[in-house]
C-alpha cells in the first residue's frame, strides 16, 4: 500500500470537512486534483473509504479507520516539528484544545497569560456542548480537553485544576433573594429552567436533586448559560448554573444568586486526555501553566479566581 502523507493530510482534510471542494481549497489544490488524489488513495486501501449522499461525504468504515490513521500520524509529525523547535530553543506550533461551552468565561484568559508567555503559539479552541467534547476526546482530534464531568468509559489523564460551583439563581427582582438559607423544598412549586440533558451541568444538579429527594418542576430545558439567564431575567423560572456563568459575581445582568441549603453544589473542573497520548511540547507547556494558576487557586476563595484580566 503506496500513500504519502500529503495525501493522507487530504483525506484528514476530506473527514474534517465533509466536502472534496473543501478539502481542496483547505490543502490549496483544485478540485480536480483532490478528486485525483482520493480516488488514487481509495486504490491504493482496496475498499471503498467515502460515499457522497446529497452532496455530502460519508466516510466507510474503512474511511473511519484511514482519517483515525491519518490524524494520528499529522500530530506525530506536529510533536516531532515542536520537539525539534525545542531544541533550537523555540517554542511555536499549535495547540489545540477543545472545552464544555460552561468553561468559555475563563478559558480565554487562561490562554492569553499562555499566549503572552508563548507568543508564536498558535491556539485552536473548541467550544461545544459535553456530547461534543467527549466525541473529540474519542476521537484523540485535539491536545487537551477542559469539561467538569469526564466520561466515566474512557481511560483518561485525569487532572483538577479549579472549582466549579453550581448555584441557584433567580429574577434579580424576586423577593426569594432576600431570603436566607432558603430549604431546597421550599422551592418546589417554583418553576425550573435547566440546562440539556447530557451536559455536565445538568448531570450535577440531577444528581444532587435525587439525593436530596428533590423533583423539580423542569419548565424549559436549554443549550447554553446565556439562554438559561435571560429567561430567569425575564422571570420564566429558577436555574442552576456554574458560578463562572456569573463571572464570580452574586448577580448580573437581571439574575441573582439565591442562598439555598445544599448549594453550591461542589464540582470541578478537569483537563483530560486519553491515557498513553504523548503531550506535544506546547502542551506540556500549557499543563505546566495550568498547574501553576491551579496552586495559585487552591490559596485563594472563589471570587479571586474569576477577576477579568487574570493570567
Request: glycine residues 6%.
Amino acid at each position: 500500500m503506496n500513500v504519502t502523507f500529503r495525501q493522507l493530510r487530504l483525506f484528514q482534510a476530506l473527514a474534517d470537512t465533509g466536502s472534496v471542494g473543501a478539502a481542496a481549497r483547505a490543502m490549496h489544490v483544485t478540485q480536480p486534483t483532490a478528486s485525483m488524489q482520493l480516488k488514487e488513495i481509495t486504490q491504493a486501501v482496496g475498499l471503498p473509504l467515502y460515499d457522497v449522499i446529497s452532496r455530502k461525504v460519508q466516510l466507510t468504515e474503512a474511511g473511519l479507520e484511514l482519517a483515525k490513521t491519518a490524524r494520528a500520524v499529522a500530530t506525530e509529525w506536529e510533536n516531532f516539528v515542536q520537539h525539534v523547535d525545542a531544541m533550537q530553543g523555540l517554542t511555536r506550533g499549535k495547540l489545540r484544545i477543545a472545552v464544555v461551552s460552561t468553561a468559555k468565561y475563563f478559558v480565554p484568559r487562561l490562554l492569553g497569560g499562555f499566549c503572552s508567555r508563548h507568543p508564536d503559539v498558535e491556539i485552536a479552541l473548541e467550544v461545544l456542548n459535553r456530547d461534543g467534547v467527549v466525541a473529540r476526546l474519542r476521537d484523540n482530534m485535539d491536545d487537551l480537553y477542559i469539561m467538569s464531568r469526564p466520561p466515566t468509559d474512557l481511560d483518561l489523564e485525569d487532572q483538577v485544576f479549579m472549582p466549579n460551583p453550581l448555584v441557584v439563581v433567580a429574577p434579580a427582582r424576586d423577593s426569594l433573594t432576600a431570603q436566607r438559607s432558603i430549604p431546597l423544598l421550599d422551592l418546589q412549586k417554583h418553576r425550573f429552567l435547566l440546562r440539556e440533558q447530557g451536559s455536565g451541568t445538568r448531570m450535577a444538579v440531577d444528581a444532587h436533586f435525587k439525593a436530596e429527594g428533590f423533583l423539580p418542576q423542569v419548565r424549559l430545558e436549554l443549550g447554553s448559560n446565556e439562554a438559561l439567564k435571560e429567561a430567569v431575567a425575564a422571570g420564566l423560572g429558577l436555574s442552576v448554573v456554574s458560578q463562572h456563568a456569573l463571572h464570580g459575581q452574586k448577580s448580573e445582568h437581571g439574575v441573582a444568586v439565591l442562598d439555598v441549603q445544599g448549594f453550591p453544589i461542589k464540582s470541578n473542573w478537569h483537563v483530560v486526555h486519553l491515557r498513553g497520548k504523548r503531550l506535544s511540547p506546547i502542551a506540556q507547556a500549557f499543563m505546566t501553566h495550568l498547574e501553576r494558576k491551579a496552586r495559585s487557586w487552591r490559596q485563594q476563595t472563589f471570587a479571586p479566581l474569576l477577576v477579568p484580566g487574570e493570567s
